[in-house]
C-alpha cells in the first residue's frame, strides 16, 4: 500500500496565494506519476496538474495554467503544487494522486489522498 499525507489546504483571499504538499510513502513501490486533482459538492472529480517522476512536461488544466506550478521531489516522494493568483473559483477540495508500480510485478495502481480544502474568498 501507499499512503498520501497532503498539507497546505486553507482560507485565502482573491489573488493570495498557497502551497500544497504531498508526501507519498509505501515499501516496495516506486511513485511514478503525482499529480493534484480537485472537485466540488456534487461535482466530478477534475485535473489540476499532474507531472511524471522523468522529468517531462507537466500537465495542467487550462483554468490553472499559469497561475499554478507543480514539482516534485523525487527524493522525498513529495508533490507540491503552488497556487498563486487564486480566484474564488478555484475553492474546492484538492487531492493528490499517485501512480505507483509494485516493485517486480509490472502493476501499477492509483492510490489517493484524503483531500485538503482551499477556500478563496473574495
Known amino acids: 500500500q501507499v499512503q498520501l499525507v497532503e498539507s497546505g489546504g486553507g482560507l485565502v483571499q482573491a489573488g493570495g496565494s498557497l502551497r500544497l504538499s504531498c508526501a507519498a510513502s509505501?515499501?516496495?513501490?516506486?511513485?511514478?506519476?503525482m499529480g493534484w486533482y480537485r472537485q466540488a459538492p456534487g461535482k466530478q472529480r477534475e485535473l489540476g496538474a499532474v507531472?511524471?517522476?522523468?522529468?517531462?512536461?507537466?500537465i495542467y488544466a487550462v483554468s490553472v495554467k499559469g497561475r499554478f506550478t507543480i514539482a516534485r521531489d523525487n527524493a522525498e516522494n513529495t508533490v507540491y503544487l503552488q497556487m498563486n493568483t487564486l480566484r474564488p473559483e478555484d475553492t474546492y477540495v484538492y487531492y493528490c494522486?499517485?501512480?505507483?508500480?509494485?516493485?517486480?510485478?509490472?502493476?501499477?495502481?492509483?492510490?489517493w489522498g484524503q483531500g485538503t480544502q482551499v477556500t478563496v474568498s473574495s
Open positions: 494522486k499517485a501512480v505507483a508500480e509494485r516493485l517486480g510485478s509490472g502493476l501499477s495502481y492509483q492510490y
Open positions: 509505501g515499501t516496495g513501490f516506486r511513485i511514478n506519476t
Open positions: 507531472i511524471s517522476s522523468g522529468g517531462g512536461t507537466p
